[in-house]
């Protein structure tokens, strides 16, 4: 295990080798976009500019793509290759950068994505302060490799030594194997030579690789030292040899030959790199301490600085070795007696100079005072060439020709350079012309102090002819001098082409406390800008009780397109425009079938993390829905994971539906990945079949069939004239199962009994059920015949015309509280009222009109029931009127019926008497009758004694009340 380990170890040493073919050990490496933020002001020139140009990218589609808490405070975070990530997408020119500062104890790394690496500082270092530069180790010159694998230099604090008198910084770098920091090397001083002053801090600025070695430039710095004794104040060479061998072996130390001494301190900002005339160039910035008085020689200068005196201080990197450059010129000729202590912070600016239309470098000057610590004085800015002669000077010492660009008292500058007019087409001549080039951008508010009268102004370069002002007439500009300015609060903090326009125009990025402002030049020809409002805002963003501390501009993604990266006390946000497929949904990609209440897992991988939430939507396939109908699941959902998932419980949305659900960035519209296709089935019953199609009530009717997206089946009923269906019975169901349900017919009450029935049909609907919801579709009729009403009906087998109908109260199996007998002439299904009889009574004896057609219909009808008959009575006409049959007859065993008629309504009395007129039997007596009725009276034989007639002749006398009388003879024989 133990030689194992020693093995990875130098695999990793190889891995991190200044030699470029080395880094290919374990895997390739990944170039990332150019644009990156590789110094804490950005570029080698220390001026904020961002000179990668972004793809096209409006700003109105910025928006935060996701912040953390990882990184925030007073930090200047760098951008960079340090991971070596594989590219986001197959389809991207670059690989992703990453960002990295130091935070408390701790180096933190956020990647694209948002992802968060942070890993504690070893115990063995002490006093890292911050990642002061990202370099290459394998680049010869100045950022000519700017996407390839990144080292970072690790600043230090003043610390004293005590127990080695050292001071150091560190090399760190990112191990792809263990996935983690690693310190790979220390760079000390030996700080014995400096008794009593055994602390510095020291300040990586920049590495080349020089030869078979690498060289790292570190600033050294003592803040307040002990005069009595030698300090250190200045540039340090580091050189590695061929590889960065990892910690804690022997310290790498600098080379002495290189070190460059300083009065002044020079630790402040950042320096500014440039390369021109074939030579690698570096300017210090300078701030004297009027607190310490002396001398410091410098064998590399070739001259000594004072401590409290200000100087332009340049150096030659280009070979092995440091060179002087410009050396050390000093400034007291340009600065104002009244003026003291001046902060000299000098740029490397690339601005065309407009006479000549060539791009040139030259060296600009930003005096600048804090107004406290007795630095005081009208802050100006110079502009010189590059061998530190000045083409500009102050007002009093050349106030016609070329003055330098004055501010007010007590400020600092913020200094950047850009594109900002744009394209050549954007002129106004004759008194703006196009300026070529990048123009200077300048505020008087920095990142350190504010100043109430701020104004961001546009400068240009032009060592010809003087060019005319608008205004005031017949006045001219300076050769050095603004081409617009405008009252406006807030520090240049970036400048950049980010939106990638066909106007060419960089954009200006300003800090004011809490607010981000995105400022674009507006075109010269343009009313506004001839209004002195020359810059129009065309982003901006407040972070509601924060303040920002830091901006910086990188592709992250490798995508093209750049992205602001926003650093306050409380977090670090990334704005730019989120990727389109930033989201991608990974769950469900089949197509698969569910039922209400189901639950659908849609789940998504964030590619970047995004602090937005995202609108869940839900798109029908065509034919469910108008075209283009989208519907909304859920807004703004949390999407803060590296993986989401949300839960759809399927319902009346997209029940019935096929389709797929979007995933969509709740701002970025475009921003969006989709699922599979989806079927959401209904609650369906299939292959429906029924036992019979006519019931009576109380039958049983049966269904059988496969249940579909159900839990239960149910079956109902309905009239026609009902509002509501009525529940007959419910089952449970399994899905995809078969089902058999029964149902009992129940008593319905739609039967008439005065006419023929409208209709005798009952709807029947099954349902399938799934929790809330259902499925009406599958509906059917049947018919219902009534229940038999159950009468007996008793036919006279003589010639009497009498029906008798009988039927038993007990038999009724439905209640039946009134009853009635209709009868329908002729047959016709219209029906009268013959009589209502109570259901009690068992029985009714109906005598027969004479005028009784042959077909008669006799309807028997339980009153708002469903039970009910229709029988049909036939040879109902009276066919022998005034006969009496049988005769002769036997009384044992027979009964006469004698028929009779009466033409008019009369009272009728029937006797039966012998031939000696002796009265036997009377069957009537004043009996009511009208005409048109047959009746019929019964003699059963017995006289009255009530024993049965002799054998004989005996008469029925028929007498009516009007006098009529008709005696008829009858023979007894028995």
């Not at 070596?84 to 197959?90: A, D, Q, R, T």
């Not at 302060?129 to 700017?146: E, Q």
């Not at 008669?856 to 008959?869: A, H």
């Amino acid at each position: 295990m133990i030689t194992y380990r020693k093995m990875l170890t130098n695999s990793l040493m190889l891995v991190m080798s200044f030699i470029a073919s080395s880094l290919v050990l374990f895997a390739q490496i990944e170039y990332a976009s150019p644009s990156n933020w590789l110094f804490p002001d950005g570029n080698p020139e220390a001026t904020h500019n961002q000179k990668i140009v972004s793809q096209p990218q409006p700003l109105n589609y910025f928006a935060i793509k996701w912040s953390t808490s990882a990184i925030a405070g007073d930090v200047q975070p760098l951008i960079g290759n340090i991971i070596n990530n594989p590219k986001l997408y197959s389809i991207y020119n670059y690989a992703p950068n990453e960002i990295c500062a130091v935070i408390g104890d701790k180096i933190v790394l956020v990647d694209a994505t948002g992802k968060k690496v942070e890993q504690e500082l070893p115990k063995t270092t002490s006093g890292i302060k911050s990642i002061s530069v990202l370099f290459d180790s394998t680049d010869m010159y100045l950022n000519s490799r700017p996407g390839s694998l990144m080292i970072m230099g690790l600043e230090t604090m003043e610390v004293e030594n005590l127990k080695d008198s050292l001071a150091y910084s560190y090399l760190a770098g990112y191990d792809p194997v263990l996935r983690q920091f690693k310190i790979l090397n220390r760079l000390a001083i030996d700080l014995r030579p400096f008794n009593p002053n055994i602390f510095a801090s020291i300040k990586p600025v920049f590495a080349k690789k020089t030869n078979n070695e690498v060289s790292i430039y570190s600033v050294v710095n003592m803040s307040n030292p002990n005069i009595s004794g030698s300090f250190f104040r200045g540039i340090v060479q580091f050189n590695t040899g061929n590889l960065i061998q990892a910690f804690p072996f022997p310290d790498v130390g600098d080379i002495n030959i290189s070190r460059v001494f300083l009065g002044p301190e020079c630790h402040l900002g950042q320096p500014s790199l440039s390369t021109y005339n074939w030579s690698l160039n570096m300017l210090l910035p300078v701030f004297p301490t009027i607190n310490i008085i002396d001398t410091v020689q410098s064998t590399v200068l070739g001259t000594s600085t004072e401590t409290d005196k200000p100087y332009l201080v340049g150096l030659n990197l280009t070979d092995t070795i440091v060179y002087p450059g410009i050396g050390a010129l000093s400034l007291n000729g340009i600065i104002p007696a009244a003026s003291s202590r001046p902060f000299i912070k000098p740029y490397y600016i690339n601005i065309y100079d407009q006479n000549n239309f060539s791009d040139s470098i030259f060296i600009l000057i930003a005096e600048q005072y804090n107004g406290i610590d007795s630095s005081r004085g009208q802050a100006r800015i110079h502009l010189l060439n590059t061998q530190g002669n000045f083409l500009t000077l102050p007002q009093e010492l050349n106030p016609v020709d070329n003055p330098s660009f004055n501010g007010t008292d007590n400020h600092y500058w913020s200094i950047s350079v850009g594109n900002v007019d744009g394209l050549i087409t954007n002129s106004w001549f004759p008194y703006y012309p196009n300026n070529f080039g990048n123009e200077l951008v300048v505020t008087q508010s920095s990142r350190d102090f504010a100043v109430a009268q701020n104004r961001l102004s546009i400068l240009r370069y032009s060592s010809g002819a003087r060019q005319l002002k608008p205004s005031p007439p017949n006045s001219y500009l300076y050769q050095f001098d603004t081409l617009c300015s405008q009252r406006i609060n807030g520090w240049v903090a970036a400048v950049n082409d980010l939106d990638g326009a066909a106007d060419r125009k960089d954009e200006i990025v300003l800090v004011d406390g809490s607010t981000l402002r995105v400022m674009r030049m507006r075109d010269y020809a343009d009313l506004q800008f001839r209004a002195g409002n020359p810059f129009d805002t065309v982003f901006t963003y407040t972070f509601t009780g924060q303040t920002i501390s830091n901006v910086a501009i990188a592709d992250l993604e490798g995508d093209g397109l750049n992205d602001l990266i926003v650093t306050t006390f409380d977090s670090t946000y990334v704005f730019g425009t989120i990727l389109a497929n930033a989201i991608d949904v990974v769950a469900p990609l089949t197509t698969n079938t569910y039922c209400a209440g189901d639950m659908v897992e849609i789940r998504w991988a964030n590619i970047v993390k995004d602090r937005n939430g995202v609108d869940i939507m839900y798109k029908p396939l065509p034919g469910y829905f108008p075209n283009d109908t989208t519907i909304t699941i859920r807004k703004s959902y949390p999407n803060t994971g590296d993986t989401v998932s949300y839960f759809y419980i399927v319902d009346s949305l997209t029940l019935g539906t096929q389709g797929y659900f979007i995933v969509m960035n709740e701002f970025q519209k475009h921003v969006k990945d989709s699922t599979s296709v989806q079927i959401f089935n209904k609650p369906h019953l299939d292959s429906v079949q029924f036992n019979k199609w006519i019931f009576e009530p109380g039958e049983t009717l049966t269904a059988n069939g496969v249940a579909l997206c159900v839990d239960s089946v149910a079956i109902e009923y309905k009239y026609r004239t009902d509002s509501v269906w009525t529940r007959m019975d419910i089952i449970i169901a399994g899905n995809n199962q078969n089902f058999s349900i029964d149902a009992v017919i129940p008593c319905v009450n739609f039967f008439r009994c005065d006419s023929a029935d409208a209709d005798s049909l009952l709807d029947i609907q099954l349902l399938g059920i799934k929790g809330i919801y259902s499925d009406t579709s599958l509906s059917t009729t049947i018919r219902i015949n009534p229940v038999r009403f159950p009468v007996v009906i008793d036919t006279c087998t003589s010639v009497c015309k009498v029906r008798y109908f009988s039927w038993n109260p007990a038999n009724f199996q439905y209640t039946c509280d009134s009853m009635g007998i209709y009868v329908s002439y002729n047959c016709t299904g219209t029906f009268e009222l013959l009589t209502n009889v109570a259901l009690s009574d068992g029985q009714y004896e109906w005598e027969l009109p004479l005028s009784l057609p042959n077909c008669v219909t006799v309807r028997f009808c339980c009153i708002n029931s469903c039970i009910r008959l229709d029988t049909n009575l036939q040879n109902n006409q009276v066919q022998y009127i005034n006969i009496v049959a049988p005769n002769p007859f036997n009384p044992t065993r027979e009964t006469a019926d004698i028929v009779y008629k009466v033409p008019s309504e009369t009272n009728v009395t029937v006797r039966i008497i012998d031939q000696n007129n002796r009265l036997v039997s009377e069957l009537a007596n004043s009996k009511p009758c009208l005409p048109n009725i047959s009746y019929c009276e019964k003699w059963s034989g017995i006289i009255w004694n009530g024993a049965y007639a002799e054998n004989g002749m005996y008469y029925v006398v028929l007498e009516m009340s009007n006098g009529i009388k008709e005696v008829h003879p009858i023979f007894v024989r028995k």
